[in-house]
């Protein structure tokens, strides 16, 4: 906890919550590649080697399959390692870990232990980084019974979900959006953790439910600006934990709107927001006064040019057209 | 894929207290035996489900590796694990309950001989992975050495699961950090179907001396030789935390998993197998050395009644139910 | 071609189609773990060994990694991989290769090659071999542009299907319910390559279209029949195709029948039913007349007992149930 | 890392014929160089996006291995690749213009930097993810083997990724299969921000010996051994296909990513960089042997005249559009 009212970068606010959980609990650790001396790719862990020593900041060599089943084996051997995987396209190398093993830890074993590890990972695009350093893979992870996915959208949000995803004694997928990290929010004294599963109600408003987590949130919030101009008044729910995700939240909005649309930076097709649809499409039928929408990324992978990558990315006036074809 | 060959050496005389030893060996060695033949029976008999994979011929070296391991050792074992588990004290009960799919197993039904696990004695589960449990280990090590208690970690694999890259990746971190990791190679010759020298072509001694990683080679027909080697590995790297493999060269007597009828082996491969079984080459030992035959089937018939006590209150035990386990899929602080 | 009017069953089936993709060209090649001489875990491959000789039957190493990243690596070199991994599971190991890398190349490289690869893998339960051994992992390859994903439900449509993925110049992850391996289906004469992302209407009905695909296909065929005692008439649609999925088939039948039940043996959550349900929900909004069910497995890894997992999985009394409720 | 140190040997005087090579050398190094040095220069005035890793200080190893190598070779290359590329021979314009995100890029701008591929010339593509080529080349060296036709697969990788288990998995592979791989190891000293030594324990030379694949040492300062050594290999990988791990001791000149301020690397080590410059040592090793200063700055001069214009007709192509774009994601038969 600290007596800040100032505002606080993103990427500094997931530093200052990892600085916060080893003081409050000398169990955590961290591992990930030029996470120590170097501060990690975005500065995110900046400090706190000096601070922690080479004890608990920990420089992992070029092994993401090594470095996630580390981190689990450490987490059944007492430890809460938090896991950085430097762009969440290298996922790919250490799915086993991730998805066969941490995943099913307190299940397959009949609930005698559990896998308290944190993996964060940077995803998205907009820095022209191309198709192996740009993509949202959170729907794979989403998908896995036994994974906790958390996405957060500001530096309150990041501190407090980060907080609670060392804590909690499930292995937990930290999503940060890229973009994000050198952004400033307003950052209040006394944080706490935010409990996992609870959405935030982001704007308040009456026409159409928003649903969006993660840096999609600043389109979502654009287009309502844009949109509040046509008398259209947008309710924008934050999911920011996509598994569990916030249902009651979602349906308590959609009963009131009866309007839904979905954003996201990641492929529309098969992404988090078909999840939502679905259900919606279910429990929230009857309040459905309109075809749901989803905006996310075309089905292509994430193109290196910036001529490309700017009209690949959704927007606000993607959103806002979405928004207008269902409302009027 | 090691450059030694497996020797075998005539049983010599023993010293009392080696007859100790070795009585304690023979009946750990025994009873994962028993107990594997005794699943193989229920196996057969449509009592359990799955696939299970026997580690019959090789228990010789869970045996050896274990008696110098504490519960606050950890392990991470195989798909060929039951004797891995049983060695490093898993009680019978929950184990065969397990087998069964039962709510007494250690994982409640939920895991089955490919995940077992008993972290009440550092057990840290079986891997359905081959590889899988590698890292896991490894990781252990890590907090072993963070811990600063002088606890192990022992990471058990097959030959097979050196194609594997993880395994470089551990053989390396734990070199570049010092882990105390003991790589346990239970070299059966065999992945699968395949000969593992149709598969793998690096060297194990020479890959780990390639990260500076000490390397002993043992053969797996005499648990005194496991028991040895292990004890003094695993002494120094209790006083100073480093990594070490260690390979045993042992046989796979039964089929990949059972049911697998092995019709890609040698008859004459087949045929001379109980000459490489360990159990039989202790038993001769502990003959020759003056052991009456009575205590061993003594021994024997213990074991018998304990694992048919174990069978049948395993099998009595109820089903589980879906909805509780459902609703453990998360762990709650 | 055969000219056969046998049953055959399903592996036997995808054991042609390799054999004829072979005969018809020899820059078909398999690779795989113990598919050659051990004719592969389920017998699939079985006499391809002995047919084509060791240049054209690769025995793999047990390194995941490396068999799809060397089958791409021979698909940019001129050959036709057909690659084997023995369980679905194990694509965890492989996910660069089939994500960053093959999925990737044809876009990424502006369209100067294709990586014409295929990926047979097995998914799914019902032989209690417990939780690293059961999954149905699709969702995850249907969210990646740039793959092509196949599920068949019978022996023709493996074989007319896999014959297409072969001769595909993308990358394909074909998907096998290991359950339907040793079932017989009708086999006609003269089988033919099925064109990728056309469904098959497998039961024509008109009060409800459920839309599912591979082994799941028969708890939805035996729910149809137990249906019909109650006058409620079945659409099935088998959607082959994963990706990309027939949605103009789904469509029409649900302009036909306006209820929509969706069914697989994957989990619920995030699986490849909440992507139809969400396109559906847009598209098809105006044609709903009821809420749209998914029945998936639900949101726990997969059990080892049978007394588990026999709950665990989908059934016809589940399709049956949901069906009732929105149609009644 | 390896067993030999650099060693920095002083010009010796040149045969004629060996002064022909050499130029060529200068000219190919050069051309990298200068590239390079344009880029830089782009991606500080901004006309650059994304990331780009320049490879100056490292010229002399595709230099001297591509000499080696036709268009049916095949080279899977690595984020460090520019150079890795126009040694085998891809045009400056659609390079440029691929760096500028432009539609007549080699990849229509849909790359960059990381991802370059030129399948005209055998180069299956640059790569993102660290080890990513490996299995690439390793599966290209295997068609090249079932082809029969003598030709090879090189793979280039810097040690960072020597960590990575795929590098294991593929050194197996074409050491069971006798396949025609050349693994060149990039030995820059440096993964990103950390020093290799830090984060790999493993000995390069004896790890290629645990899997009985030949390897060889050389000092990247001279292009001349790496020319020397690639020649010789390549020609018994042609002769009887089988893989080789060839090790160049480079310096990374510029920071990771052109933007790093490389804070972590001692003053001391970026000062003495210029000794161990590869394009420094064989001019004067040129200049020693007699030829005219006058020769190389005429080939410096041209070169620079090819690059403005490469670089004039990229800046001036269009963008590429994205509707164009999202239609190629899948290929058509
Ligand atoms: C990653 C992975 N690949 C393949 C398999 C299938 N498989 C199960 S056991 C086995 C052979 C393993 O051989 P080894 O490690 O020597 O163990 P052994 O069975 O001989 O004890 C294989 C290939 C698997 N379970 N996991
Ligand atoms: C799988 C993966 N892990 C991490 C990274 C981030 N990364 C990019 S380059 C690099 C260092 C690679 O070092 P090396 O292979 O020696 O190449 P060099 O940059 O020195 O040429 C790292 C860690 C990556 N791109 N891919
Ligand atoms: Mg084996
Ligand atoms: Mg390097």
Redesign the pocket.
Known sequence: MRMNSESVRFGQAIGRALADAMIEDDRVILLG??IAAAGG?FGVTRGLHAQFGSQRVLDFP?S?AALVGTALGAALTGYKPVAEI??MD?CT?AMDALVNQSAKTHFMFGGQNSAPLVVRTPHGGGLNAGA??SQCLEAWFAHIPGLIVVCPSNSEDAYGLLRAAITDPNPVVFVENKTLYAKKYAFSESQQPISLGSARVARVGKDVTVVTYGGAIHWAEAAAVELAEDEIDCEIIDLRTLQPWDEATVLTSLTKTHRLVILHEAVESFGIGAEIAARMADIGFDELDAPIRRIGAPYTPVPYSPALESEYAPSAAKVTASVKEIVL | MSDETPTSVPPEPLTFSESELFIDCYRLMKRIRMVEERLSALFADGAIPGFIHLSIGQESVPVGVSRHLTNSDTIAITHRGHGQALAKGMDLTPFFAEMMGKQDGICKGRGGSMHIADSSIGMLGANGIVGGGLSIATGSALAHKLDGANHIAVAYFGDGALAEGIFHECLNLSALWSLPCLFVCENNGWGEFSKTDQQFRGNLKKLAKAFGVSYQFVDGIDVGAVTDASESIILAMRKKPHPYVLECKVERFHGHFEGDPQKYREESDLATLEERDPIIYLREKLIRAGIAPAILEDIESRLAQEIEQAVASALAGPNPEFTTAKSEVYAHE
């Open positions: 590649e030029d790719p070029i993401e430097m762009f290298f190398l192996q350093h």
